[in-house]
Structure formats: structure tokens, C-alpha cells
């Protein structure tokens, strides 16, 4: 087997493997203020929504998050308390996002997580009561993400989102592609293996 066959097998079995993960952290709308645009459709892949009259709005504020911009789902002033969902448009892995602005510590809010259109778990948002700080929500323990529902929110003041992360498809090798890699390793250790004798 040549050399640049076995890259051709490992950059293919790649394709799934290494995309390159899609970052939302709303800093291409500019300074918006307190009481930013209303996000549902805008960024490719998601679609964000909420439930009971409110909205997602981006909002302004230095020194909350990891840039000036932050997610507040709320109703029209920003209170920050309302559930906000993440549909995704194809499935994906590897989601994380930040929790910012708490003011409360412990466990302040919920997330349910779908895999393949069912719901796979229910997992806790910690805090540590430090305005400033972000707190990671790493959702990468689920492949084939096809909802996330943000909800239950227990802060004082609520709790704005930030720096949505995701990757398109599974980003688990699936046994076929595994199989690609290990008989382009092996046929390039026979490979040699012939040179050698």
C-alpha cells in the first residue's frame, strides 16, 4: 500500500472525525446594548427559541461572559429567566456553552439534551456565584445532539448564555471509518515490512 493511499484513507476517515466545530458567541453583532436583536435563525445550523412569550436577545454588557455580547432569554426587559432551546438542524457533538452572570452558587438551572429526536439526559448548571466568572456546560459526553433545552433557571438575577460550540455530525469514528484507519496503518506496516525482508 503507498504512502498516499494510506493519506487518502486517514484524511477521508477525518472528514467526520475532525470537522471543525461551530462557535456562536454573537460578537459579529457589534455593541447592541441592554436590549439587543432577537436571535432565532440567524447563524447557520441552530435554529434558538424559547417558550411562554419570551425571546432570545443579545445583550451588551462588558466584563459578563467571554466578550461584550451575552444570550438573555426573557421577556421585553432582560431579566435573564426564561428557557431558551437550541434546535439543531442536523445532529451534532460536541456541545458546550458558558453560563454568565450568576449570583447565585450551587445548581441553577437544568439541561435536557436529545439525542436522535429522544430525550437522553437531564444535566445540572453549576455556579459559583461570581458575577464575572463563566462556568463551562460541557455537553461533549453526547453524540448526535438534536436539542438542547436550557430551563429551571433558580439564579437571583438570572442567567445569560455565551460561546455555543458544536460540531456538525458525529464526531465519534464510526466502526467503518475506524476499520479505514487501522487497514491503512496495517497496509502501511506490511508495506514496509516487504521492504525490509
Not at 493519506?7 to 460578537?27: D, M, N, Y
Not at 411562554?52 to 461572559?65: E, H, K
Not at 448548571?125 to 436539542?147: E, H, K, P, W
Request: proline share 2%; charged share 10%.
Amino acid at each position: 500500500m503507498s504512502i498516499s493511499r494510506v493519506v487518502s484513507a486517514l484524511a477521508l476517515a477525518c472528514v467526520g472525525a475532525c470537522a471543525q466545530a461551530t462557535v456562536i458567541g454573537f460578537e459579529d453583532l457589534g455593541n447592541v446594548g441592554s436590549s439587543g436583536p432577537v436571535i432565532t435563525n440567524q447563524y447557520a445550523g441552530v435554529v434558538f427559541s424559547s417558550a411562554g412569550g419570551m425571546v432570545n436577545r443579545v445583550s451588551s454588557q462588558g466584563g459578563i461572559g467571554d466578550g461584550l455580547n451575552f444570550l438573555c432569554t426573557a421577556t421585553s426587559s432582560i431579566n435573564c429567566t426564561g428557557e431558551t432551546v437550541l434546535d439543531f438542524t442536523s445532529a451534532v457533538s460536541g456541545v458546550s456553552f458558558l453560563a454568565v452572570g450568576d449570583d447565585s452558587q450551587g445548581v441553577t438551572a437544568k439541561v435536557d439534551v436529545w439525542v436522535n429526536g429522544q430525550l437522553a439526559g437531564t444535566e445540572d448548571v453549576l455556579t459559583d456565584g461570581i458575577f464575572n466568572t463563566t462556568q463551562l456546560v460541557n455537553l461533549a459526553g453526547y453524540s448526535n445532539v438534536t436539542r438542547v433545552r436550557i430551563h429551571s433557571i433558580t439564579d437571583a438575577g438570572g442567567l445569560g448564555w455565551d460561546t455555543f460550540s458544536f460540531t456538525a455530525g458525529n464526531t465519534v469514528p464510526e466502526p467503518q471509518t475506524a476499520a479505514l484507519v487501522l487497514a491503512a496503518l496495517a497496509g502501511l506496516g506490511l508495506a514496509r515490512l516487504r521492504r525490509q525482508g
